[in-house]
């Protein structure tokens, strides 16, 4: 991590994810592994929340999102179908003096290993020409090592969901608008793995592909699309919508989720690619960036991709990935001959620019375009999609980056002390409450606090903890980003009778005490960690 | 799938996985790729709820265990260490003749592929001699592809829980005995796939490694071991316990847990493996086995590991795996001579017999054992390990098979139809209630359907229906699995005013239907799916 050398704060955040069991290096004790990490038992437990907080409002509390847990490893073909076979790559050269292999963008910043004083650009060693290098990992399944058997680890979830579009339309009586969400590890071999968990080899995705009607299918319908021009298009999706209303819908709603999970609106920015910028199938793409402290970077991006993956997968596949819609049909029908033939024209136009941009011959794809467009007429479309794809492992990072918060404090003897605490939002906290008997040698204090701890321990992630002074014990879950702590002490027993079976609640923010009968204790942390 | 065709359960079992969307095979519009599956919208649910419940159990409500979420791809040295490497492997022969190759010990059932009348064994092929085949995916890390860049994917998760046991030591407070819990993916490449998702290359595990003081430690503390033999030992955990105890103790939680999630206790078998039987580090092994269609077959291992784990990669690692326990210390100092020298032996013989069948010659054996036996006086030792390991697509299949149910009912007409119901214990159902209007055309019924699904939503999963009648809808939930269904009728709006505000429930199980008031719902499902 030579580059984050410079960043206090960053090797501050290092320092107290190894020393507080958030994040490891994968295969420490063996030296570690380039570009792995292993979430240790607070990390794991954050992350836990963080996906489950996804995976709840992204198909759970959504009629119109259905979930998928597909393998890592596919079918090879679907790479090729993707391009990630052919493109997904590096330019890599050799040197044949060092037999190293390095970025040929990058040899004038890399030392060269046998003279660390030069860059490897500047060496006296021969150079390949740069050769494309392809960043997935590949393997072999079954017996056999050959070409046949090759296959790769994903390196992005999307694809799988593509390949079972048709089944999970046919399986759970969803209907075009529709989404399909998906959590899972994926795979990147990148040559230079870089700022802690921010990029690394072996990382988890959330994402949502959502399918939309084409703008033609829905103007059949609707008449008119709907767009960000129209005047009082309501918040809610409509069924006028075209794709650039579905975008930004997205787009939204995956900020409010950032900001429901405790990232301010101030710690992140929307950045609109350019057209310049855009990858060759996407209509636009929103990048929602978080300023980390290395750098404003990427934690999403929501790309509108129009209806280049379905189209891939059935022209590679063979497969019809075209949906029926009945309402099409009828609607179609009605429609007057000049509409019909306008919106044909613009569908038909959309697929045969689709066609030759992949290389099909301008007669064919004039043939196939036809045939797809023939299809409206008998309410027969391929989706379009719009793809928020976000980094569970940065999300992580930023989640951990914004909580850190330290003090300086001196005491009577002059001694300066540095106190962390981490201010997750009580949602993605690994920790929800600490349990504390004042005591932890007057066995009625012992018995009460075990079983308070014992009374919420269903219902969420609960620490017991009696060693040291409260104070200390305070300052330990600070550190761990516990919202709440809860303390047992003489008047719970009774001692003031009027405080009887009451407890000390502390804020882990502010370090506001107050006290609670235990009976409303459950109802009370419910209400603040939802 | 040939071998399953005999069993008719179980095609029936397939076929309604895929209709319902809980199980595809992965890649399916490719031809698919032998022995790996995905979870469709239903079985990504079901499978989500059985590992929340395996983390909850295992690790939240549990003070002596720790999560851990580990990288797939980890530093090649750990399967030199676990034994991976050497000897995780399959003897394979190779057919000179149709470049085939196949187990060495099923040329016997094998058709050959170019005479099928014929098996591998009998056909005139020339054959190789067996070689053994390693089932570890391999891949490589980094951009050059030689011998130092070689990585597996892990064949088990158990083995990062050894590799970071020192770092989750360290920095989550825990003492021996404690576990630290892990749920992730693990890769196998076996030659033949089978049963359905039973035995897949690409599979999910939910481990325990429960580390625990050697009984020689135990003894110095506690003055005796407590087995199974000792009279009066207690079901919950005693500082006496000996490591047959221990393991007892999880065998039991364990069936518990698979009571808990629905698995009858006449559907499990426990089966202690036979001393012959074990593998070379495992002091006692006990399988869990579920009365699978195709034949009562493993659900989980329970092994008793000694301390072979760790040792090994304090070898190989060079990394002291030990631990340091100040009342060991203490106890060893005032513990009688004789007491000692006893205690010390049998630490020194158990430590010499690992290392002599790992290959240390006797005397370097001697000498380091020596070393270790010394460590107890100053409150050193390696711990031990109880590892309950359980496979998730197994367990999703057994609840699967055990919750399936057909009636065949014949109508008025004479004409028989089948009906099918997925009795899932509702802590596991993919959907917990069905919520449904009983019209669809009448606004206020659909309003105050869609109130009570927007009620219910935040705390479970709900399946909002409208559409057919409600016969049809409540069939298509019990072939879901879903334990509870809503109905709201004319009298929820008032048509019996002492009914207004109440709606139907009606149990999957049994058909039952009962009024609720809309305001007790919420809290009596809750009751009900915990």
Same mark, same amino acid.
């Given at each position: 991590?030579?580059?984050?050398?410079?960043?206090?704060? &960053?090797?501050?955040?290092?320092?107290?994810?190894?020393?507080?069991?958030? !994040? +490891? %290096?994968?295969?420490? @004790? +063996?030296? *570690? @592994?380039?570009?792995?990490? $292993? +979430?240790?038992?607070? *990390?794991?437990?954050l992350k836990r929340n963080v996906k489950e907080l996804w995976w709840n409002t992204m198909t759970r509390q959504r009629d119109d999102v259905a979930g998928l847990e597909a393998t890592? !490893? &596919?079918a090879p073909a679907i790479w090729k179908a993707s391009g990630h076979v052919d493109t997904f790559s590096d330019p890599m050269v050799d040197c044949k003096t060092c037999k190293g292999r390095f970025r040929a963008d990058q040899t004038n910043e890399i030392p060269c290993p046998q003279k660390p004083s030069k860059t490897v650009a500047e060496c006296d060693g021969e150079k390949t020409a740069p050769r494309a290098f392809n960043l997935m990992f590949q393997t072999y399944v079954g017996p056999v090592q050959d070409a046949s058997a090759i296959a790769y680890l994903r390196p992005e979830t999307a694809q799988a969901i593509f390949v079972q579009f048709k089944n999970v339309l046919e399986t759970s009586r969803q209907k075009v608008?529709? /989404? @399909? /969400? %998906? @959590? /899972?590890?994926?795979?990147?071999n990148e040559v230079t793995p870089r700022n802690y968990t921010f990029r690394s080899r072996e990382f988890e995705q959330m994402e949502l592909e959502f399918f !939309?009607? #084409? $703008?033609?299918?829905?103007?059949? !319908?609707?008449?008119?699309v709907a767009t960000p021009a129209t005047k009082g298009h309501p918040g809610e999706p409509q069924p006028a919508w075209g794709w650039q209303l579905w975008h930004q819908y997205w787009v939204e709603e995956r900020i409010k989720f950032y900001e429901n999970i405790g990232l301010p609106r101030t710690t992140l920015e929307e950045y609109w690619q350019k057209p310049e910028e855009l990858a060759h199938y996407a209509r636009a793409c929103v990048d929602i960036l978080f300023k980390f402290p290395f750098g404003t970077q990427e934690l999403e991006g929501i790309a509108a991709r129009s209806d280049?993956?379905?189209?891939?997968?059935?022209?590679?596949?063979?497969?019809? &990935?075209?949906?029926?819609?009945?309402?099409l049909r009828t609607a179609w029908a009605k429609l007057p001959k000049e509409k019909q033939d306008d919106l044909w024209r613009r569908y038909y136009e959309n697929r045969k620019k689709y066609l030759v941009k992949m290389g099909v011959a301008e007669e064919s794809a004039a043939k196939d375009a036809t045939e797809d467009a023939n299809g409206l007429a008998k309410g027969q479309y391929i989706p379009h999609v719009i793809e928020p794809s976000a980094g569970v492992d940065r999300l992580i990072l930023a989640l951990i980056a914004n909580a850190y918060s330290e003090v300086t404090e001196t005491d009577d003897k002059g001694k300066a002390a540095t106190r962390v605490t981490l201010k997750f939002h009580p949602r993605v906290a690994p920790i929800k409450v600490g349990v504390m008997p004042l005591l932890k040698n007057k066995p009625d204090l012992v018995r009460t606090a075990l079983e308070v701890r014992d009374r919420l321990r269903p219902w969420m992630n609960v620490f017991y903890d009696d060693a040291g002074s409260i104070g200390r014990? +305070?300052?330990? %879950?600070?550190?761990?980003?516990? #919202?709440?702590?809860?303390?047992? $002490?003489? $008047?719970?027993? /009774?001692?003031? #009778?009027?405080?009887k079976d009451t407890v000390t609640v502390r804020h882990r923010d502010g370090g506001k005490q107050e006290r609670l009968p235990i009976g409303e204790l459950l109802g009370w942390l419910q209400a603040r960690i939802r």
């Open positions: 991590m030579a580059e984050l050398k410079e960043n206090v704060l &960053m090797e501050k955040i290092v320092s107290l994810c190894k020393r507080r069991g958030f !994040i +490891y %290096q994968s295969s420490e @004790i +063996y030296g *570690g @592994i380039n570009g792995f990490w $292993d +979430y240790g038992p607070l *990390g794991a437990e890592i !490893i &596919m608008p529709f /989404g @399909i /969400g %998906q @959590i /899972g590890k994926a795979f990147r !939309i009607k #084409p $703008d033609e299918v829905v103007e059949a !319908i609707s008449g008119a280049f993956d379905l189209s891939q997968h059935e022209r590679f596949s063979g497969k019809p &990935m075209g949906v029926f819609d009945e309402e014990r +305070y300052a330990r %879950q600070d550190e761990a980003g516990t #919202p709440f702590c809860v303390t047992i $002490d003489f $008047d719970t027993l /009774g001692e003031k #009778p009027e405080l």
